[in-house]
């Protein structure tokens, strides 16, 4: 068996390199057969998914809470005006979680690898266009003299929104990088990767659901 | 290891460890029943300074108990099972015995927490008394300085008090002109010592004007960090007259450990001259 | 183990240097890397306390490199440096990063972690950050001079605050965020391994208490590093790009204003703190673990109360999230808040009581044999009560007015966090080094070793309590200041003098660890006859650790002892039908 790359030896380790050996002791033994080993790994990438949520969703709490004392305690706070286009962008990151769940479910059905192509292509479309909306909402906040520095008010916007836009950009390049080695028809773990996507995706979507009503109704 | 040599040293090894451990704990007990001079507190200079010490005194004896037992414990188990080729008692435990010392704990533990509480809301949670003399403590890289607001009992605004819309480029810790309360307030500058009167009660209110210090004295038993962009409140009455030493506890910089100054309680006499003094120059 | 005929090898073996020893995948190579990082970074982190305690007993002696003395801004420079290396990357990576890494997967039976290119990843990230964080000694300025808390606004207004604090300290800021990813991902893979990669068999309740131990720190560590990210992103700010997140207006220094304004430095505090108390048990539970795991193996006698154990060592980690207010009793916040986190705190002391307990209620009754390990995870127990029992009084709201910030809080966390969490990782070394390298370190140079570092460390810091009761200020680089600190001149010295000898013990260990690895004695594949599945594989474990299989485990992780069995343990592994009678 070569290990040529990392992600090859990854896949060797995870997925057990053949028949794994041992397994008729101690009266039979219900997860023999590969099926398991593909559920035992469907589980393992879940939960690390899961379990980095969680550690990201810490993250944003804790510059959520500054926010809220932040404001509370100073006494030069100055609300800015929400640019426009952010509604704009929260629409298309809210088409995107419906297209990669889309995408996801088309792998249910046999032949479904092309009709999930697509979809997959779309919603990795609807990541770009919201990170790029999100940098014409700065150049607008820009324009009206916000940096920063100006306010306490306008650097929290910016931390917040570049926070979840760099974690919005690792997923659009792990939206990318199924979307290039879907083309190998023996990849064996297109589905695990597009559920464990699609859970991070739906995460980022509903987190910045939140981020944008703290930073328009709490502003 | 292995059964065949798992003998050898025990007796001597076991025996030692719990001599340790009985010598550690008889020291410890003894320093703190000696009290050598660079082991205890000063006497107290307020009431509820000593409060604090009786508290101290209640956790002392309790922590102490549970310290002596313990560590007397683990000398006896290890001198009493050193191993001399027999066999462990198999058990996984008794959870009546992890009932009781859970509970036991829980009660000692919470309740002495609770007790605690009474002289800090005697010094936190209370309003200071209305004919409290009101002094305003002010830390600053590496030195103390201290304002009193005069016969009118107001301390006049700084400036970027009175104009807090104004960009300032030099020092706005000045008290601004313009502001009758100030005309009367008498400032002891960056060293200086500052006085109280003994049995008349005081709240210091305290602030710094760059990094974050912290005013403690040894006798009041009190510590409060100067922060800045804040005004924290600290109240106490000295009852007895002397010259107690303030320090800064909170790590200010290159010069932390030489930010002292001292503090003089003295009778409304004394004071009143100390007053004259500082105000005549 | 059964047969290992026909196994098929899941895992290759990595051809050449490079991919074995460098750029490994292996579990068991990073845990190397991880230890191979601690213990550098702690005989760093060593030095820089014996120059600390070099200038607290002898204020003005002139040293090589320092022919004025240590100045103020060295002292604290070291002060800072030494805290930050011996937190994070001695008493983080060690016992978690380190044994958790080499030992997690084999103790639950797996072949390897969840995932080994993360796992890579993290050891080169921390190790990046061990790299940033020892910059600061070489840049402009030097080494950062405000304490591992980094309180702003000291830590946020840059070089006028002081020396150090300008890139020595955005270079502090710098590592310390790096640390945290690699912390995340570490944790990660610690809670995927330990949920899913479990072999047959081998029940929550049949876990060693080791991977309880370094799975309850995993989540600790998930939960409380993004919060310093979170943090360390926004204090960077405050110094590059002029946000005001924790600096209040109308600062003046040298007669400069500070063009910030609006800031809470009491908002630094909080963040850190929320992430600060919790790393405190990042550093000391998998000690715990371990404590609880060597007394139980050298006592010959199963765990008493393994249930409690979980039990207590979860609710530590769940309480140490909502006490992190008791270190900011003085600090401004609201006494009312003060109280609550009080009480929070003084019920911590629940659990770690149960502990204690159940460590005793071990031992009772056993068969105890005096191995190195077995002598450090004694000095554990005993530590931690002595240093358990300070916290007592500092939780109190009113008590903690007058000892905080004095030596009696710097006295407490060493002997709790910082010496008791040491033993642990040296119940570490000495339990598993068998396994790791093969051969046994010297029992005679252990004891000698474990002898003088515990007589030691109570010889530095029992003192160091009495001085903080007579009230001397932590991080004061000399007792000029104060006329009253003068009493406490000789104790300064005696605690060097215990420093130099405790100091000069660790040399015994280094040279048994280093000659051992090629000299020691052959060991056999379980000379501590203990149970758990790291000792039924070869020393050192093969590449796959299980040669492909999947070993099924067949009981809990303690069976000493067991009436009507011929030996006075079963291993976990071991079919029943295989367990020799009497």
Same mark, same amino acid.
């Given at each position: +068996?070569?290990?040529?790359?990392?992600?090859?030896?990854?896949?060797?380790?995870?997925?057990?390199?053949?028949?794994?050996?041992?397994?008729?002791?101690?009266?039979?033994?219900?997860? #023999?057969?590969?099926?398991?080993?593909?559920?035992?790994?469907?589980?393992?990438?879940?939960?690390?998914?899961?379990?980095?949520?969680?550690?990201?969703? +810490?993250?944003? +709490?804790?510059?959520?809470?500054?926010?809220?004392?932040?404001?509370?305690?100073?006494?030069?706070?100055?609300?800015?005006? +929400?640019?426009?286009?952010?509604?704009?962008?929260?629409?298309?990151?809210?088409?995107?979680?419906?297209?990669?769940?889309?995408?996801?479910?088309?792998?249910?059905?046999?032949?479904?690898?092309?009709?999930?192509?697509?979809?997959?292509?779309?919603?990795?479309?609807?990541?770009?266009?919201?990170? #790029? #909306?999100?940098?014409?909402?700065?150049?607008?906040?820009?324009?009206?003299?916000?940096?920063?520095?100006?306010?306490?008010?306008?650097?929290?916007?910016?931390?917040?929104?570049?926070?979840? #836009?760099?974690?919005?950009?690792?997923?659009?390049?792990?939206?990318?990088?199924?979307?290039?080695?879907?083309?190998?028809?023996?990849?064996?773990?297109?589905?695990?990767?597009?559920?464990?996507?699609?859970?991070?995706?739906?995460?980022?979507?509903?987190?910045?659901?939140?981020?944008?009503?703290?930073?328009?109704?709490?502003? | 290891?292995?059964?065949?040599?798992?003998?050898?040293?025990?007796?001597?090894?076991?025996?030692? *460890?719990?001599?340790?451990?009985?010598?550690?704990?008889?020291?410890?007990?003894?320093?703190?029943?000696?009290?050598?001079?660079?082991?205890?507190?000063?006497?107290?200079?307020?009431?509820?300074?000593?409060?604090?010490?009786?508290?101290?005194?209640?956790?002392?004896?309790?922590?102490?108990?549970?310290?002596?037992?313990?560590?007397?414990?683990?000398?006896?188990?290890?001198?009493?099972?050193?191993?001399?080729?027999?066999? !462990?008692?198999?058990?996984?435990?008794?959870?009546?015995?992890?009932?009781?010392?859970?509970?036991?704990?829980?009660?000692?533990?919470?309740? *002495?927490?609770?007790?605690?509480?009474?002289?800090?809301?005697?010094?936190?949670?209370?309003?200071?008394?209305?004919?409290?003399?009101?002094?305003?403590?002010?830390?600053?890289?590496?030195?103390?300085?201290?304002?009193?607001?005069?016969?009118?009992?107001?301390?006049?605004?700084?400036?970027?008090?009175?104009?807090?819309?104004?960009?300032?480029?030099?020092?706005?810790?000045?008290?601004?002109?313009?502001?009758?309360?100030?005309?009367?307030?008498?400032?002891?500058?960056?060293?200086?010592?500052? !006085?109280?009167?003994?049995?008349?009660?005081?709240?210091?209110?305290?602030?710094?004007?760059?990094?974050?210090?912290?005013?403690?004295?040894?006798?009041?038993?009190?510590?409060?960090? !100067?922060?800045?962009?804040?005004?924290?409140?600290?109240?106490?009455?000295?009852?007895?007259?002397?010259?107690?030493?303030?320090?800064? !506890?909170?790590?200010?910089?290159?010069?932390?450990?030489?930010?002292?100054?001292?503090?003089?309680?003295?009778?409304?006499?004394?004071?009143?001259?100390?007053?004259?003094?500082?105000?005549?120059? | 183990?059964?047969?290992?005929?026909?196994?098929?090898?899941?895992?290759?073996?990595?051809?050449?240097?490079?991919?074995?020893?460098?750029?490994?995948?292996?579990?068991?190579?990073?845990?190397?890397?991880?230890?191979?990082?601690?213990?550098?970074?702690?005989?760093?982190?060593?030095?820089?306390?014996?120059?600390?305690?070099? $200038?607290?007993?002898?204020?003005?002696?002139?040293?090589?490199?320092?022919?004025?003395?240590?100045?103020?801004?060295?002292?604290?420079?070291?002060?800072?440096?030494?805290?930050?290396?011996?937190?994070?990357?001695?008493?983080?990576?060690?016992?978690?990063?380190?044994?958790?890494?080499?030992?997690?997967?084999?103790?639950?039976?797996?072949?390897?972690?969840?995932?080994?290119?993360?796992?890579?990843?993290?050891?080169?990230?921390?190790?990046?950050?061990?790299?940033?964080?020892?910059?600061?000694?070489?840049?402009?300025?030097?080494?950062?001079?405000?304490?591992?808390?980094?309180?702003?606004?000291?830590?946020?207004?840059?070089?006028?605050?002081?020396?150090?604090?300008?890139?020595?300290?955005?270079?502090?800021?710098?590592?310390?965020?790096?640390?945290?990813?690699?912390?995340?991902?570490?944790?990660?893979?610690?809670?995927?391994?330990?949920?899913?990669?479990?072999? $047959?068999?081998?029940?929550?309740? $049949?876990?060693?208490?080791?991977?309880?131990?370094?799975?309850?720190?995993?989540?600790?560590?998930?939960?409380?590093?993004?919060?310093?990210?979170?943090?360390?992103?926004?204090?960077?700010?405050?110094?590059?790009?002029?946000?005001?997140?924790?600096?209040?207006?109308?600062?003046?220094?040298?007669?400069?204003?500070?063009?910030?304004?609006?800031?809470?430095?009491?908002?630094?505090?909080?963040?850190?703190?929320?992430?600060? =108390?919790?790393?405190?048990?990042?550093?000391?539970?998998?000690?715990?673990?371990?404590?609880? =795991?060597?007394?139980?193996?050298?006592?010959?006698?199963?765990?008493?109360?393994?249930?409690?154990?979980?039990?207590?060592?979860?609710?530590?980690?769940?309480?140490?999230?909502?006490?992190?207010?008791? =270190?900011?009793?003085?600090?401004?916040?609201?006494?009312?808040?003060?109280?609550?986190?009080?009480?929070?705190?003084?019920?911590?002391?629940?659990?770690?009581?149960?502990?204690?307990?159940?460590?005793?209620?071990?031992?009772?009754?056993?068969?105890?044999?005096?191995?190195?390990?077995?002598?450090?995870?004694?000095?554990?127990?005993?530590?931690?009560?002595?240093?358990?029992?300070?916290?007592?009084?500092?939780?109190?709201?009113?008590?903690?007015?007058?000892?905080?910030?004095?030596?009696?809080?710097?006295?407490?966390?060493?002997?709790?966090?910082?010496?008791?969490?040491?033993?642990?990782?040296?119940?570490?070394?000495?339990?598993?080094?068998?396994?790791?390298?093969?051969?046994?370190?010297?029992?005679?140079?252990?004891?000698?070793?474990?002898?003088?570092?515990?007589?030691?460390?109570?010889?530095?810091?029992?003192?160091?309590?009495?001085?903080?009761?007579?009230?001397?200020?932590?991080?004061?680089?000399?007792?000029?200041?104060?006329?009253?600190?003068?009493?406490?001149?000789?104790?300064?010295?005696?605690?060097?003098?215990?420093?130099?000898?405790?100091?000069?013990?660790?040399?015994?260990?280094?040279?048994?660890?280093?000659?051992?690895?090629?000299?020691?004695?052959?060991?056999?594949?379980?000379?501590?006859?203990?149970?758990?599945?790291?000792?039924?594989?070869?020393?050192?474990?093969?590449?796959?650790?299980?040669?492909?299989?999947?070993?099924?485990?067949?009981?809990?992780?303690?069976?000493?002892?067991?009436?009507?069995?011929?030996?006075?343990?079963?291993?976990?592994?071991?079919?029943?039908?295989?367990?020799?009678?009497?």
């Amino acid at each position: +068996m070569p290990s040529a790359t990392i992600t090859e030896d990854l896949e060797i380790l995870n997925a057990g390199g053949g028949p794994p050996a041992n397994r008729g002791i101690d009266g039979g033994d219900s997860r #023999g057969d590969s099926g398991s080993f593909y559920a035992r790994e469907r589980r393992m990438y879940l939960t690390g998914v899961s379990v980095a949520l969680a550690g990201i969703l +810490m993250f944003f +709490m804790a510059l959520a809470s500054s926010y809220i004392v932040r404001k509370g305690t100073g006494t030069d706070w100055q609300p800015i005006e +929400m640019p426009g286009i952010l509604w704009v962008n929260t629409a298309v990151l809210v088409a995107s979680s419906i297209t990669v769940e889309v995408a996801r479910r088309k792998l249910a059905f046999a032949g479904g690898v092309s009709a999930f192509r697509n979809w997959w292509a779309i919603t990795t479309a609807l990541g770009v266009l919201f990170l #790029g #909306g999100q940098i014409v909402a700065w150049r607008v906040l820009a324009d009206q003299g916000l940096f920063l520095a100006t306010n306490p008010s306008s650097s929290f916007f910016y931390v917040l929104t570049a926070s979840h #836009g760099a974690h919005l950009l690792v997923g659009v390049l792990a939206l990318l990088y199924v979307a290039v080695r879907t083309g190998q028809a023996a990849w064996r773990r297109r589905a695990i990767a597009a559920e464990g996507i699609a859970i991070y995706w739906h995460f980022l979507d509903g987190l910045w659901v939140f981020l944008l009503l703290l930073l328009n109704f709490g502003r | 290891m292995g059964s065949k040599k798992g003998n050898t040293g025990s007796a001597a090894t076991a025996t030692t *460890l719990a001599l340790f451990l009985v010598a550690l704990t008889v020291f410890t007990v003894y320093i703190f029943v000696a009290k050598p001079i660079w082991s205890w507190f000063p006497p107290a200079i307020n009431e509820i300074g000593h409060e604090i010490d009786r508290q101290f005194m209640r956790t002392l004896v309790i922590t102490g108990v549970v310290f002596v037992l313990a560590q007397f414990g683990l000398a006896w188990v290890v001198f009493r099972y050193r191993t001399r080729g027999q066999r !462990a008692t198999y058990s996984h435990g008794n959870n009546v015995m992890e009932v009781i010392w859970t509970l036991a704990t829980a009660i000692l533990f919470i309740g *002495l927490g609770i007790y605690a509480q009474r002289a800090w809301a005697e010094v936190r949670l209370k309003p200071a008394p209305p004919d409290a003399m009101r002094i305003e403590v002010i830390g600053q890289q590496f030195k103390w300085s201290f304002r009193l607001p005069g016969p009118d009992g107001k301390f006049g605004k700084y400036k970027f008090e009175a104009h807090p819309e104004q960009e300032f480029t030099r020092d706005p810790w000045v008290v601004d002109a313009d502001d009758p309360d100030g005309k009367d307030d008498v400032i002891l500058g960056p060293g200086s010592v500052f !006085a109280v009167v003994v049995d008349q009660p005081v709240e210091l209110l305290i602030r710094s004007k760059d990094v974050t210090h912290s005013f403690f004295v040894r006798e009041l038993r009190l510590k409060q960090d !100067a922060v800045p962009g804040m005004t924290v409140p600290l109240q106490f009455t000295a009852t007895v007259p002397g010259e107690y030493q303030v320090v800064c !506890a909170e790590l200010c910089g290159q010069g932390h450990h030489l930010m002292g100054t001292f503090m003089k309680v003295l009778s409304r006499e004394d004071y009143a001259a100390w007053l004259k003094d500082m105000t005549a120059e | 183990m059964t047969t290992h005929a026909g196994a098929v090898h899941a895992h290759e073996a990595p051809q050449g240097f490079i991919r074995k020893y460098i750029f490994s995948l292996d579990h068991k190579v990073i845990g190397k890397q991880y230890i191979s990082l601690a213990l550098f970074s702690a005989f760093v982190g060593m030095f820089l306390s014996l120059l600390m305690r070099m $200038r607290l007993a002898w204020p003005t002696m002139k040293l090589p490199f320092f022919p004025d003395g240590i100045l103020p801004e060295q002292y604290l420079a070291m002060v800072t440096m030494h805290g930050t290396i011996m937190v994070f990357m001695v008493l983080t990576t060690a016992p978690q990063s380190g044994f958790g890494n080499y030992f997690l997967p084999i103790q639950i039976g797996a072949a390897d972690m969840a995932f080994p290119v993360l796992n890579m990843l993290s050891f080169w990230t921390t190790l990046l950050s061990l790299v940033v964080l020892m910059a600061a000694f070489f840049v402009s300025g030097g080494a950062p001079l405000g304490g591992w808390t980094v309180y702003t606004p000291l830590s946020a207004i840059g070089q006028i605050a002081g020396p150090g604090q300008g890139l020595g300290m955005t270079l502090w800021v710098i590592a310390i965020a790096i640390f945290c990813g690699a912390s995340l991902m570490g944790a990660i893979n610690f809670i995927a391994t330990t949920l899913d990669l479990r072999s $047959r068999g081998m029940s929550l309740m $049949r876990l060693p208490l080791t991977v309880w131990a370094w799975f309850i720190t995993a989540v600790i560590s998930l939960l409380a590093f993004g919060v310093l990210l979170a943090a360390g992103i926004l204090l960077l700010l405050d110094r590059t790009a002029g946000t005001s997140f924790f600096i209040p207006g109308n600062l003046v220094l040298t007669d400069k204003v500070i063009p910030h304004k609006g800031g809470s430095p009491i908002l630094w505090q909080h963040l850190f703190w929320f992430f600060g =108390h919790p790393e405190v048990y990042i550093a000391i539970l998998p000690g715990m673990g371990l404590a609880s =795991h060597v007394l139980s193996t050298f006592s010959r006698k199963p765990v008493f109360g393994y249930r409690a154990m979980v039990f207590a060592m979860s609710s530590i980690a769940f309480l140490g999230f909502i006490v992190w207010g008791h =270190h900011m009793f003085v600090s401004g916040m609201s006494p009312y808040v003060g109280l609550a986190f009080s009480v929070l705190t003084m019920s911590i002391g629940v659990p770690s009581a149960i502990k204690t307990f159940n460590w005793l209620g071990t031992l009772w009754g056993g068969d105890i044999k005096f191995t190195t390990p077995m002598l450090f995870a004694l000095g554990f127990v005993s530590l931690f009560v002595s240093g358990g029992l300070s916290g007592l009084f500092l939780a109190q709201t009113s008590i903690d007015q007058y000892l905080h910030d004095t030596y009696f809080v710097v006295a407490h966390f060493h002997l709790i966090m910082g010496v008791a969490a040491i033993f642990g990782i040296f119940t570490g070394v000495y339990f598993w080094f068998p396994k790791m390298f093969g051969r046994m370190m010297s029992d005679t140079m252990g004891k000698l070793h474990f002898w003088l570092t515990f007589v030691g460390v109570y010889a530095i810091f029992m003192p160091m309590h009495f001085i903080g009761l007579a009230g001397h200020p932590r991080r004061y680089a000399d007792g000029s200041g104060a006329a009253y600190l003068a009493s406490m001149d000789p104790v300064h010295v005696f605690m060097s003098v215990a420093a130099f000898v405790t100091i000069a013990a660790q040399f015994i260990f280094l040279f048994n660890f280093l000659w051992s690895i090629w000299k020691g004695k052959k060991a056999d594949i379980n000379p501590w006859q203990a149970t758990t599945l790291e000792w039924g594989v070869p020393s050192p474990p093969p590449h796959d650790n299980f040669a492909g299989h999947e070993p099924p485990v067949h009981r809990g992780a303690y069976e000493f002892a067991v009436p009507g069995v011929a030996d006075d343990y079963i291993m976990q592994t071991t079919p029943p039908e295989k367990v020799a009678k009497a």
